[in-house]
């Protein structure tokens, strides 16, 4: 399969499972951990750097837009971008029960573009805005030997009292899985859509989509915010972040098997880019389709996090082994 006709994630230029292992290869050589106050926290799967403070915990996250900016750029749009990489970083600690109190961007530019600039810290502000987080710095660096374009990233800074940090570890068989609409493709699996989709061009309107193919790329990445109420207000015992893996993600809070035999609704963009020839277990594992976040949590607990969250229902059940969706009345195992 050539790289203009991909079929899956790994054939368009990413590797999740590639990824990983530079991830392992990483790791392996921090060994140094602060003693004392600050002191790491390590915890499998966790979605933020964890340290421990006493009474409290501080979490770090740091996360950017991906080949999204190139949809801005062809598009001439950045305004929306900026939202995208506080989302991205936000929801992240959101997944672990904490509050995002603080963050820094960098933006990387080819050569420095005042104008574009302008429009990424008009997203950045109203994303900050939606979060209820300071941007207190950021660095911004012109690097014409390294960067073509612009790349956009940051970092997060959020706190919890540690009975409110949430690790998966409470999650048991029977337990409800409630799952959060996402706004459309957030900022996961870009280069594949981008690919499949760049024979129709970003200016088409496509089937009954009232957006552009470009304008429905673009739409920026929900914040979870409301998930910081549900946590103080509701039982939980598991939160997933759906971002690059897809329902891969729930595998982070537990080794027991997810059934969810009714997923919400995939945005039509989904259908538009399977239709090129991606399978359905290849969608799920790369896309959120339709769920940008899930709620693992008892079945009683299930009505007040519907009422708390915007679009929310309950789509399956902690039960068995391994990932399994029911999508257009057949079963499919996206993991075992």
């Known amino acids: 399969m050539n790289s203009q006709h991909p079929s899956t994630y790994a054939e368009s230029g990413v590797d999740i ?35 421990d403070m006493g009474d409290f915990i501080i979490g770090i996250t740091t996360d950017g837009v991906g080949s999204k900016v190139l949809v801005a750029t062809e598009m001439g749009n950045w ?9 991205m970083n936000v929801n992240d600690l959101y997944a672990m029960g904490l509050e995002p109190i603080a963050f820094v961007d960098y933006l990387a530019m080819e050569s420095i573009e005042p104008s574009i600039a302008d429009q990424i810290g008009q997203g950045l502000a109203k994303g900050a805005k ?22 956009l990233a940051g970092s997060c800074i959020g706190i919890a009292a540690k009975e409110d940090l949430v690790t998966g570890h409470k999650i048991e068989n029977g337990d409800a899985v409630v799952g959060i609409p996402s706004s459309g493709i957030h900022s996961n699996g870009l280069t594949l859509a981008r690919k499949l989709l760049a024979k129709y061009g970003l200016y ?7 957006r552009t193919l470009g304008e429905e790329l673009l739409v920026p990445t929900r914040i979870y915010s409301e998930v910081l109420d549900i946590n103080k207000n509701c039982e939980v015992h598991g939160l997933a972040h759906i971002t690059g893996g897809g329902l891969l993600n729930l595998k982070r809070l537990t080794r027991l098997g997810l059934n969810l035999s009714d997923p919400l609704e995939p945005q039509e963009i989904f259908s538009v880019i399977q239709a090129e020839g991606v399978e359905v277990r290849e969608m799920y594992k790369t896309f959120n389709m339709g769920m940008g976040f899930a709620i693992i949590a008892p079945q009683r607990e299930v009505r007040r996090i519907a009422r708390l969250s915007d679009g929310s229902k309950q ?14 009345g057949e079963l499919v195992e996206i993991s075992k």
Do not use: W
Request: with cysteine.
């Open 130 to 151: 939606i979060a209820n987080v300071s941007i207190v710095g950021g660095e911004t660096a012109s690097l014409p030997d390294i960067v073509r374009g612009f790349d």
């Open 79 to 87: 305004k929306t971008i900026g939202i995208d990489c506080m989302a």
């Open 204 to 210: 088409t309107r496509y089937g009954s989509m009232e």
């Open 17 to 51: 499972s590639a990824e990983e292992e530079a991830i392992k290869a990483l790791r392996k050589h921090f060994t140094t951990k602060k003693k004392g106050r600050g002191s790491p926290i390590n915890i499998e799967g966790a979605y933020a750097g964890l340290l």
């Open 315 to 328: 789509v399956g059940t902690i039960s068995g082994r391994g990932i399994r969706v029911q999508h257009d």
